[in-house]
């Protein structure tokens, strides 16, 4: 994901809204920061990991190898699968990516 706009014709706001929950670094070398992107039948919900209406027990600000993942959703780890870096599961949609702001 490279954008987020309120509408088509709108201004990207991902950078102001990742800033917005992790602060100014967001994406600086040395950062990692987790969001969630999830569809929810009509529309992609963007929510920070950890933060997702407590279905998540995953601690704020914490680095998470791509074994630990799977197990935050209830999940089996597949080095097969987990080290592609977009992987589809029926009902969820999982990018492994790293964001750099400038």
Do not use: C
């Amino acid at each position: 994901m490279s954008a987020a706009r309120r509408r088509a014709d709108g201004n990207n706001e991902l950078a102001a809204i990742l800033r917005s929950w992790f602060g100014p670094d967001a994406g600086l070398p040395g950062t990692n920061h987790q969001v969630v992107l999830r569809w929810d039948g009509e529309r992609y919900e963007l929510t920070l990991l950890g933060h997702s209406r407590g279905e998540l027990e995953a601690e704020l600000w914490r680095r998470y190898s791509r074994e630990e993942i799977p197990g935050l959703f209830g999940l089996k780890f597949n080095p097969g699968k987990w080290n592609l870096g977009f992987v589809s599961i029926p009902g969820h949609l999982f990018l492994l990516v790293t964001l750099f702001f400038w």
